[in-house]
């Protein structure tokens, strides 16, 4: 094992990842599945538009990276995390399923986000373009570690967000964002070792991961603005009546049902640190607390 993922994750290397078995029964669950909060609800069902797609991708990716590898314990690592990764994404198009059969087709939406990262972001550079084969893979690495911090402080949150617990949050939606949250929070390092193992040495290696949350985080702020937007449009019990708005979000985390700007804002300097590493995310215990009650898992 190298010295570095060994130090990074601080005694904890020896925990196990994998991937759990789930079914979710989404019959009962209402469009509005947080009751009277149609933003609240649909900016965080805007993780059903991006995650089956993405954590595709991070699967894909992952697997071209695999030959890279010489650390064991690490590979049994990322091995864990593309099992996890692979079982949300299928979680989260069953729950896109569901909302079409509510009469909110996604579907022109999440055409988007499949030529993202199918095609932009796939196995060759877009248009053509002359990156080397191995740098090309670097950045794509280090724009998963930087995607996987945001998502390891969101899995934080909703592992703590007692607010959709008051609003009467409908539980089979909350067991499967806690679940996955728990997950995120559980394997929150993986990300960030397996570019740090596969994305050189030094300088450009800092510089690349700076560069890779540079791109993802305006990128994630527009796709997830334009998914709520999108979402509130064609809801067909809001028929055209409320459209997402900063008031109406801003709102909504005063009453704790979503994460404050601060909590997703300050991620970002953190994880530019030199000194930085994902184990200082979240807490480890809560994650494993919560996966071991969890209706689901």
């Not at 930087?146 to 998502?151: G, K, L, M, N, P």
Request: aromatic letters at 10%; a neutral charge; charged letters at 25%.
């Amino acid at each position: 094992m190298s010295t570095e993922h060994r130090e990074g994750t601080k005694g904890e290397e020896h925990y196990r990842i994998s991937p759990r078995r789930v079914s979710f029964d989404w019959d009962g669950t209402p469009l509005h599945w947080i009751p009277d909060e149609p933003t609240a609800t649909h900016v965080i069902n805007v993780l059903h538009l991006l995650l089956p797609a993405g954590e595709r991708w991070f699967v894909k990716v992952f697997k071209e990276a695999l030959p890279l590898l010489d650390d064991p314990v690490l590979l049994k690592d990322v091995k864990g995390f593309m099992g996890q990764e692979a079982t949300h994404s299928v979680q989260h198009a069953y729950v896109l399923d569901h909302l079409a059969h509510q009469r909110l087709d996604t579907a022109a939406y999440t055409r988007h986000v499949d030529f993202l990262f199918e095609k932009l972001l796939g196995e060759a550079p877009p248009f053509g373009a002359p990156i080397p084969t191995q740098e090309w893979l670097r950045f794509r690495l280090s724009l998963i570690a930087a995607i996987e911090q945001f998502t390891a402080v969101l899995g934080n949150w909703v592992l703590h967000a007692e607010g959709l617990d008051r609003a009467g949050s409908d539980p089979v939606m909350l067991d499967l964002l806690r679940w996955h949250g728990a997950e995120e929070v559980e394997h929150r390092a993986v990300a960030f070792d397996m570019y740090q193992h596969c994305g050189g040495r030094g300088l450009p290696r800092y510089a690349r991961r700076v560069e890779g949350m540079a791109v993802v985080a305006p990128v994630l702020l527009w796709l997830w603005v334009w998914g709520a937007s999108y979402l509130m449009r064609h809801d067909p019990q809001l028929a055209g009546r409320l459209r997402y708005s900063p008031r109406e979000h801003n709102r909504a985390v005063r009453r704790g049902l979503l994460p404050t700007w601060k909590e997703l804002g300050s991620a970002i300097p953190r994880y530019f640190r030199r000194s930085y590493h994902p184990s200082q995310e979240g807490s480890l215990r809560k994650a494993v607390e919560y996966l071991a009650t969890s209706p689901a898992a």
